[in-house]
């Protein structure tokens, strides 16, 4: 089994900048796809952004087209973990925020298809 844990939610302006950190344990997630998604109060789980391993040592990034631009996902295999800097912050992304793995090496946008998932954390966006 993976483990994931988020941290790094919290309270900002709009406009306002937040970095999110997941950190796998149980497995070596280095060639996993890897993705954040997001939930708001009343709807569905929503496709952020994902990773996915290209075979080499780059992996390829995926975004939602309402963060595209603002929101980068990273990876960090010496430490199992993966982050999101969000940049630009507004009100409509206020949600929980949860991280996503997938014992595959090819990211899906759909959260059914991923395997582990963690516990959440806040980001709530003030006017």
């Known amino acids: 089994q993976v483990q994931l844990v988020e941290s790094g939610g919290g309270l900002v302006q709009a406009g306002g900048s937040l970095r999110l950190s997941c950190a796998a344990s149980?497995?070596?997630?280095?060639?996993?796809?890897m993705g954040w998604f997001r939930q708001a109060l009343g709807k569905e789980r929503e496709f952020v952004a994902a990773?996915?391993?290209?075979?080499?040592?780059?992996?390829?990034?995926h975004y939602a087209d309402s963060v595209r631009g603002r929101f980068t996902i990273s990876r960090d295999d010496a430490k199992n973990s993966v982050y999101l800097q969000m940049n630009s912050l507004k009100p409509e992304d206020t949600a929980v925020y949860y991280c996503a793995a997938r014992a595959s090496p090819i990211v899906i946008r759909t959260a059914q298809v991923y395997d582990y998932w963690g516990q959440g954390t806040q980001v709530t966006v003030s006017s």
């Open positions: 149980g497995r070596r997630v280095t060639s996993y796809a």
């Open positions: 990773t996915e391993w290209s075979g080499g040592r780059v992996y390829y990034t």
